[in-house]
């Protein structure tokens, strides 16, 4: 009896922690990827900002 009980929660506690696990490598790898995103638009941003600024210089 103490070993099904055993088996059970076992069980529980495998599925709890699997899913648990998975949905934190998801946020993990979206937070890696919002990260990269940020940084490959942060040049082109402030390129932007640069010709902006000298458009409003000229003007």
Do not use: C, W
Not at 19 to 38: H, I, M, P
Not at 45 to 59: I, N, P, Q
Request: net charge positive.
């Amino acid at each position: 009896m103490v070993t099904f009980l055993m088996t059970i929660i076992a069980a529980g506690v495998d599925a709890y922690l699997n899913t648990y696990l998975r949905e934190k490598g998801k946020n993990l790898a979206t937070k890696v990827s919002r990260t990269q995103l940020l940084g490959r638009l942060r040049p082109t941003t402030e390129h932007d900002d640069r010709l902006g600024r000298a458009h409003h210089a000229k003007a």
